[in-house]
């Protein structure tokens, strides 16, 4: 499985190198000797190969890319491509994985992002995240769906399902606590660490099958990036921060700018209104007090005007595990 993605921008004049990582910064430019033997690394692979980029550079507009090199460096699996000599892409795997299996998906995206898109100047920094960013989730898409599903093992996967959760909301409702809680069982109240990138997490549902719970970033800056995240999801959870009523407004926002979107039609969708705990009930008729909450929130998103797609509505607190593993039943229901 693919863990990481790095760029080198700069290969030519090292003291001017600048680096990105994707999604943890695991390379960084005072690991001197490292970097160089990756970019040494790469330059004698390309010479032992002696293989022709993938397009030269005849058009001005298209950008030479070089065919990738596996490397072993550091412990690190990597494979890695150049483009117009100067910029260093590599993707780094788990050891026991093989590079070339990827390698017609590595030239391809390489190919369809830089030179069949809307033109690429590696200027901005936000530029090459994205590019980072697409690259990653087309890759760990490509390893969950076809180099993971060896042929022994394709029928197994076909009675013990996998399915991708895209997992979304406003900052602060509670995603990561919740993946973590199901990951772990453990929930830490004095956990304050937004996402900044996708956080992806596998879930094995008992018999069910496999979850890959795609946790979404959830503040203002990222909330362009869901979209990027969204392609081929099984069903959409849209968690809700229900004791935080101030911030419903924009989280409906959020939502219905996602719902809108046709490419998702069909898609389940299952709203969890979290934190639970902390809405403050008098202590009779608990229940009817829960139910009339219930409808407000559904009148106030408007959840009835959910067109071409099965929805529900549950309570949850991470906190007190009220909900959770209800959650995962009824996600298996809603598939
Ligand atoms: N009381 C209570 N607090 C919760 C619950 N779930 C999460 N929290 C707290 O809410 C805060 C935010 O939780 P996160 O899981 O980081 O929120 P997030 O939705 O992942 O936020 P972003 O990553 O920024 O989108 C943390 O302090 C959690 O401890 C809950 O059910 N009850
Ligand atoms: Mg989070």
């Given at each position: 499985m693919l863990h990481n993605i790095f760029l080198f921008k700069g290969k030519k004049d090292l003291e001017d190198?600048?680096?990105?990582?994707?999604?943890?910064?695991?390379?960084?430019?005072?690991?001197?000797?490292?970097?160089?033997?990756?970019?040494?690394?790469?330059?004698?692979?390309?010479?032992?190969d002696r293989k022709e980029?993938?397009?030269?550079?005849?058009?001005?507009?298209?950008?030479?890319?070089?065919?990738?090199?596996?490397?072993?460096?550091?412990?690190?699996?990597i494979y890695t491509s150049c483009i117009d000599e100067d910029i260093i892409i590599g993707l780094i795997f788990e050891d026991d994985d093989n590079p070339y299996d990827y390698k017609e998906i590595f030239e391809e995206l390489l190919y369809e992002l830089l030179n069949n898109g809307n033109g690429y100047s590696f200027e901005e920094e936000m530029e090459i995240d994205n590019l980072l960013i697409s690259m990653f989730i087309d890759l760990r898409r490509y390893g969950d769906e076809v180099v993971e599903r060896t042929p022994e093992i394709e029928f197994y996967y076909q009675k013990e399902a996998f399915f991708k959760v895209f997992l979304f909301g406003i900052d602060e409702v509670?995603?990561?606590?919740?993946?973590?809680?199901?990951?772990?069982?453990?929930?830490?109240?004095?956990y304050f660490t937004p996402t900044r990138k996708f956080n992806i997490e596998y879930i094995q549902a008992?018999?069910?099958?496999?979850?890959?719970?795609?946790?979404?970033?959830g503040q203002k800056i990222?909330?362009?990036?869901?979209?990027?995240?969204?392609?081929?999801?099984?069903?959409?959870?849209?968690?809700?921060?229900?004791?935080?009523?101030?911030r419903f407004e924009e989280s409906k926002k959020e939502l219905w700018k996602i719902?809108?979107?046709?490419?998702?039609?069909?898609?389940?969708?299952?709203?969890?209104?979290?934190?639970?705990d902390i809405v403050k009930y008098s202590d009779e008729n608990y229940e009817t007090q829960l139910q009339n909450l219930k409808e407000e929130v559904i009148d106030y998103f408007d959840f009835e005007k959910v067109k071409n797609r099965n929805w529900k509505f549950i309570f949850t607190s991470v906190k007190t595990n009220h909900n959770i593993e209800k959650t995962v039943q009824t996600i298996f229901e809603l598939l």
């Open positions: 190198l600048n680096i990105y990582c994707y999604p943890k910064e695991i390379i960084n430019v005072n690991n001197k000797l490292l970097v160089n033997n990756i970019i040494k690394g790469h330059d004698q692979g390309k010479i032992n980029s993938l397009s030269s550079c005849k058009n001005l507009n298209h950008y030479k890319i070089d065919k990738p090199v596996a490397l072993y460096i550091n412990d690190y699996n509670g995603k990561t606590s919740f993946v973590r809680k199901l990951k772990t069982g453990e929930f830490n109240d004095n008992e018999d069910k099958g496999l979850l890959a719970v795609w946790d979404m970033p990222f909330r362009s990036k869901w979209l990027k995240g969204l392609q081929d999801s099984n069903i959409l959870v849209y968690m809700i921060d229900i004791a935080n009523q101030r719902l809108n979107n046709n490419e998702l039609n069909g898609i389940p969708l299952l709203i969890l209104g979290n934190k639970s």
